[in-house]
């Protein structure tokens, strides 16, 4: 993950993306714009301050296909230009960079390139369903329906307790949708130990 805190006068505005794409802008700890990052996003809001309505406009884009920048406008003035951001990658073995860096392309829609991070990833943890659960997000928004479902029947069999995850995550939409998810859903529903 990667974040952003902008401290205005009386407003803090707060910018994340996920290992998976979704951005997610607050302020003053309240959501005020949710979208996939797909290269470059705007997130216009508005706010009540000394009485009159100020519009603000923040751009989240990605250069040289590896860091996001971020800009922020207030009233079509620029306060903040191309400022990157910092990482906040959580949960990650540091013996394992391939899968640090399968999040990181994650986390810049590069999808080809996180799977190949996260194959390198499952041959120094084979047994890590992270890996594979996240390898399956990726094969999912490339709409690639095999590879999507094996890497999330490796999940479950190296002990994924996410179903709730699997169940809701947005990454996972398209492969819900087939029919071959038909496999995923029959292996939670046989094995009650499997919770979320």
């Known amino acids: ?17 996920s290992s998976l794409a979704k951005e997610t802008v607050k302020v003053n700890g309240q959501i005020v714009s949710r979208k996939w990052f797909k290269g470059k996003s705007s997130h216009i809001f508005s706010l009540v301050e000394r009485g009159e309505n100020v519009a603000y406009n923040l751009i989240s884009k990605l250069v040289d296909h590896q860091h996001i920048l971020l800009s922020l406008d207030k009233n079509g003035v620029t306060l903040i230009e191309d400022v990157q951001l910092e990482s906040m990658l959580t949960g990650v073995n540091d013996d394992n960079l391939y899968k640090a860096a399968g999040q990181k392309s994650l986390e810049l829609y590069d999808l080809s390139e996180s799977i190949e991070h996260f194959k390198k990833a499952s041959l120094i943890d084979p047994n890590d369903p992270e890996v594979y659960f996240l390898m399956a997000c990726a094969h999912s928004q490339l709409e690639n329906t095999k590879q999507g479902i094996l890497n999330l029947e490796r999940a479950l069999e190296k002990g994924f307790h996410g179903i709730e995850k699997i169940a809701t ?13 038909k496999v995923i859903t029959n292996i939670i529903s046989n094995h ?3 919770s979320s």
């Open 192 to 194: 009650p130990g499997i």
């Open 169 to 181: 995550h947005e990454s996972l939409a398209y492969l819900r949708l087939q029919p071959e998810f």
């Open 1 to 17: 993950m990667q974040h952003k805190k902008i401290q205005l006068e009386n407003v803090v505005i707060e910018y994340t993306i």
